[in-house]
């Protein structure tokens, strides 16, 4: 079955440096995504992305966040200078359709635990 | 806008016992509907989903959830826990006319012998 793939599993960095996070998506899907889930909370939204560009970010999602999907099969999560609070498990997913109510079911990494020291 | 609350933070069940997690969702129209289930240190797995198809849905590993509008509720059930069940449950919604998934707070199930 295919699976998205998240490298690393686990990263710990310094506060203040960058960290890029990575993932390979299902190969013909075409939206992809970022949640993340703070120890203990919610899992989180934070971006979507199709046809190379944003398609829709929370709040959480701000100057120090961006995604690219650099070479048509890998799609990465930049975090610029990271900050203690940052510390979470990071999941990509993927989906290769967007119609509304038919809600399509996502295809989720197996996460990638950033620990921010 | 769409939400989901999941009413149980922790359910313990006995090994062969059913097992019932209660999910309330809230949504302005007809929602798509998922349970996910999150092994320790694994990533998120699809167990079911709901998109206005039959109102019950069966899903991987015996699991089924039934829609229910009337009471604005997906719970979902399986006959008879086994220990590998033991794991963290969410209740998703779909966001509206977006692709945007919102999680529960999750239902961490304990299964004992």
């Known amino acids: 079955e295919p699976e998205v793939t998240q490298t690393p599993s686990h990263q710990v960095t310094q506060m203040g440096q960058e960290v890029i996070l990575r993932c390979v998506p299902i190969?013909?899907?075409?939206?992809f995504y970022w949640y993340r889930q703070i120890l203990g909370q919610k899992v989180e939204f934070l971006v979507s992305?199709?046809?190379?560009?944003?398609?829709?970010k929370s709040e959480i999602f701000d100057d120090q966040f961006s995604v690219e999907r650099p070479d048509g099969s890998n799609f990465t999560l930049k975090i610029r200078s990271t900050k203690l609070e940052d510390s979470a498990m990071y999941f990509c997913?993927?989906?290769?359709?967007?119609?509304?109510?038919?809600?399509?079911?996502?295809?989720f990494g197996s996460g990638t635990r950033l620990t921010v020291v | 806008a769409q939400s989901v609350t999941q009413l149980d933070s922790h359910v313990s069940v006995s090994e062969g016992t059913p097992v019932l997690l209660r999910c309330n969702y809230s949504?302005?129209?007809?929602?798509?509907l998922f349970w996910y289930v999150q092994h320790p240190n694994k990533g998120l797995q699809l167990l079911l989903k709901y998109t206005s198809a039959a109102t019950l849905v069966k899903g991987i590993n015996g699991f089924e959830a039934e829609f229910k509008k009337s009471e604005t509720s997906f719970h979902l059930t399986k006959p008879s826990a086994h220990m590998s069940d033991a794991a963290e449950y969410f209740c998703v919604v779909k966001s509206g006319g977006y692709n945007k998934l919102i999680f529960g707070a999750g239902t961490r199930l304990a299964v004992h012998p």
């Open positions: 190969s013909n899907h075409l939206y």
């Open positions: 992305f199709y046809n190379n560009e944003i398609s829709e």
């Open positions: 949504s302005s129209y007809s929602p798509s």
């Open positions: 997913a993927s989906s290769d359709n967007f119609l509304g109510r038919q809600g399509y079911g996502y295809t």
